[in-house]
C-alpha cells in the first residue's frame, strides 16, 4: 500500500500526460463539451499530485519534470483547441495568445541552452499563473469574456522573467525553485560550503606540513 501511495503523485502526472491526446481529439471534432470536461478532470489532476507529493513527502526530480512535461502539453492542448474550437476568439486574442507562448519558450529555451535540459522551477509565481488561468480560460471560452486571460498574460511577463533571473543566478538546474531569492540563496549556501571546503583542505595541508 505505502509503494502504491508513493507513485500517485506520478501516476497522476501520467495520467495528465496520457489526456493530452484525448483533449487534442476532441478538439479536432469541435467536441467543446466534452473537452471542457475532459480538461477539468486533467485540470484536477494537476493539483492533486503537488499536493498528494508534499502530503506523501513523495517529491522527486522525476516528479517534477513529470509534471512540468504535463504542464506544458496541457497548455498546448488549450492553445490547439482554443484555435481550432474558437477561432474568433483565438483571432482576437492572438496577441495575448503569442505574449503567453513566448513568456513560456523564451525561459524554457534559455535554461535548455545552459543546463542542457529543460528546467523545472515551479517558481510560486508560475504556480499562481496557472490557478488564475484555468478559470480565466474557462470564462473566455464559455462567456466570452477575456478580461481576466489578459491580466493573466500579463503577470506571466514578470513568471518569464523570474524564470530568467533564476536561470542566470543558478549554475546548474535545480527543481522546485520557489523564488529568485531562494534561487540567490542556494548558490550563497553553495559558495559558503565551497569556502569552508578550501579552509578544512588547506588546514590539513599545513598540518601535513608541519
Keep these: 500500500m505505502s509503494q502504491l501511495a508513493a507513485n500517485i ?28 470536461s475532459v480538461l477539468a478532470v486533467s485540470l484536477s489532476t494537476d493539483a492533486a499530485d503537488g499536493y498528494l507529493a508534499r502530503k506523501l513527502n513523495q517529491t522527486s526530480e522525476l516528479g517534477a519534470k513529470l509534471d512540468s512535461w504535463a504542464d506544458a502539453l496541457t497548455y498546448g492542448a488549450m492553445v490547439v483547441a482554443l484555435a481550432w474550437v474558437w477561432p474568433e476568439l483565438f483571432n482576437r486574442e492572438i496577441w495575448f495568445v503569442l505574449t503567453g507562448l513566448g513568456c513560456y519558450l523564451v525561459p524554457t529555451a534559455l535554461g535548455f541552452l545552459k543546463f542542457r535540459e ?42 518569464a522573467l523570474e524564470a530568467v533571473f533564476i536561470t542566470f543566478i543558478l549554475n546548474r538546474n535545480r527543481d522546485n525553485v520557489p523564488t529568485v531569492f531562494h534561487a540567490r540563496e542556494i548558490m550563497k549556501r553553495q559558495r559558503e560550503r565551497l569556502r569552508e571546503r578550501r579552509k578544512e583542505f588547506r588546514e590539513k595541508m599545513t598540518g601535513r606540513k608541519n
Design 118 to 159: 529543460l528546467p523545472s522551477f515551479h517558481t510560486w509565481s508560475a504556480k499562481a499563473s496557472a490557478v488564475m488561468m484555468v478559470p480565466a480560460y474557462y470564462i473566455m471560452v464559455i462567456y466570452g469574456t477575456s478580461l481576466m486571460f489578459r491580466l493573466v498574460v500579463i503577470f506571466d511577463i514578470w513568471v
Design 9 to 36: 503523485p506520478n501516476l497522476l502526472s501520467c495520467t495528465r500526460l496520457l489526456l493530452v491526446p484525448v483533449l487534442l481529439v476532441l478538439a479536432d471534432q469541435q467536441q467543446a463539451t466534452w473537452f471542457l
